[in-house]
C-alpha cells in the first residue's frame, strides 16, 4: 500500500466523456484517459483493506463479487501509485490476457466489491487497468514473445471470440502449435462483431490478434466448423480441439406477425453495423429516420439505442420486462455483493440528451406486432407485467395486467432478450450432447467433453456472460488441454 490515506485525500476521478450530443456523431471511443499524475492519484486510493474483495470473484447473494479472473488488484495499483509502471504491467498480465478488452467493456465487478464502495466511492479499478496496459502499448512494452521451445503438440481452437483468443494465448505461451479458426471474415468473434465501435474500437482488437500472430498462433478466417471444414477430419489433424463458439442462438419473440419486414435480432443489426463501418458504407439495417423499439433492458440492449442514435433514428424506446431497480442499495443486498441498483448507461444518455426522455420503460412486453398491407412493421402492442410470487415455491415471476394494452409505432424492431446457448451445428458435429440450457455438455466442473482430445470454454459451455468470465473460462480451458497433452501443466 503506497498511500495509507489516498482514500480519504484523493477523490474518484474517472476518465472524462465527450458530451452526449457531441459524441453521437460518430462511432468513436468516447473517454480520453487522465494525465499520468492523475491516474498514479487513483492508485493510491486502494486501501489496505486485508481482505480485499475486488479479486475474489466468489458467489454471494446469486451474483459473483469481484473479479473472475482474481486479478492482483492492490498490487498493481501499489506499483501505479509509486510510478513504477512497468511493475503494475507485470502483476496485472499475470492474470489477465486482454487488459485492454477488460479495461474498456467489462462492468467493473471488482468496483462493486471495493472495500471503498462500502462508505464511499470505489477504486477507479477498471479505468486503472485500462492506463497501465495502454501506457505499455505506447512505451513499446508490449512485443511478440513467441515461446523458447514447442513441445510438437498441435491445438485447433475453433471460435476467435475472448474465450478462444485466451485459450490460445496460454496454449501457445507453454509452446503448443495453436491454430484458431474463425468463421467470419476477421477474427474477434464478439469483441470484434458484437460489441460497438464506440465501446471497443476495432483497432484494439486488430492489434492484440496481430501480437499474437507474432507470437506463433495461426488465425484462419472464413473457416466455419461443421459447414465447411470437417469436424472429424480436425480431431484427426490435431491432437486437441477447444470449441469456443459462444452463445449465438438468440432468444426470439413467440408473438402474433413475428414474420413482418423490419424485426431483426440485436446481435445480426450489431454485426451488420460493424461490417458496415469497417467496410466504409450504409448498413443494410439502419435506424436511420426510423421509430425504433428495442426488447431488452441489458447491455445489448443499450447498445442497440447507442447504436441507433448515432445512425440518426427518429425515436427510440426500450421495453424491459423486469421491475424498475431501486437507485440506492435495498437492505437485503449489503456490500460486497453486486448492486442490484439502476444503471444509467451509455445509450440511455444519449437518449436522454437526444430525445429529452429515459429510453426505458419497465414491466412491458411485446403481445403483438403490426404491420401494413405490404407486410412491413408499422407498431408493437405492448402489455403491462406485474410481478406474482408463486403460492408454493414463493419464486416470483412477471404476468401480464388485465387491461394494460398500449400501442407504439415502430418502423423497426430489434429483438436483444439474450441467449439460448450456443448454434447447435458446431456440438453435433462433433456428436457432441447439449444441456437443457442449451450449451456444450462437458464433464462435471471440466471443460472435457467426455469425447477424448474435445473441450469446450466460455459462453458455449457456460451460457450468455461477460467477457471477463470468457478470458477465466478459455484460461482455466487451456490449463485442462495442457494437462491432458502433457501429462502435468504448468499454466496458471
Known sequence: MGNPTGFMDSPRQV??????????????????PLDRQARMRQGGRCMDCGVPFC?????????????PLHNLTPEWNDMLYRGNWSHALARLTKTNNFPEFTGRVCPALCEAACTCALNGEAVTIRENELAIIEDAFLHGLIVPAPPRTRTGRRVAVVGSGPSGLAAADQLNRRGHLVTVLEREDRPGGLLMYGIPNMKLDKAVVGRRVELMRGEGVT??????????????QLMADYDAVVLCCGA??????????????????AVDFLKETTRALLAGRESSITARDKAVVVVGGGDTGNDCVGTCIRQGCRSVVQLEMMPEPPTQRPADNPWPQWPRTRKTDYGQQEAIARFGGDPRRYQTTVSKLLGDPA?????????????QADPDTGKVRMVPQEGSQDTLQADLLLIAAGFLGCQPYVPQAFGLDLTPRGTAATLPGR???????LFAAGDMRRGQSLVVWAISEGRSAAREVD??????????
Not at 248 to 265: C, I, M, S, T
Not at 447 to 453: L, N, Y
Open 15 to 32: 476518465n472524462p466523456a465527450i458530451a452526449p450530443l457531441e459524441r453521437i456523431g460518430n462511432f468513436g471511443e468516447f473517454h480520453s
Open 55 to 67: 479479486q475474489s470473484g466468489i458467489l454471494l447473494g446469486g451474483a459473483v463479487s469481484g473479479c
Open 219 to 232: 488465425f484462419l478466417t472464413g473457416h466455419d466448423v461443421g459447414v465447411q471444414v470437417d469436424a472429424q
Open 248 to 265: 449465438g442462438k438468440p432468444r426470439d419473440l413467440a408473438v402474433e406477425n413475428r414474420q413482418v419486414e423490419g424485426v431483426h435480432f
Open 375 to 387: 407486410g412491413r412493421l408499422t407498431g408493437i402492442q405492448t402489455q403491462l407485467l406485474r410481478p
Open 447 to 453: 471443460h472435457a467433453t467426455g469425447i477424448p482430445g
Open 483 to 492: 494437462q491432458y497433452l502433457m501429462g502435468y501443466s504448468n499454466l496458471p
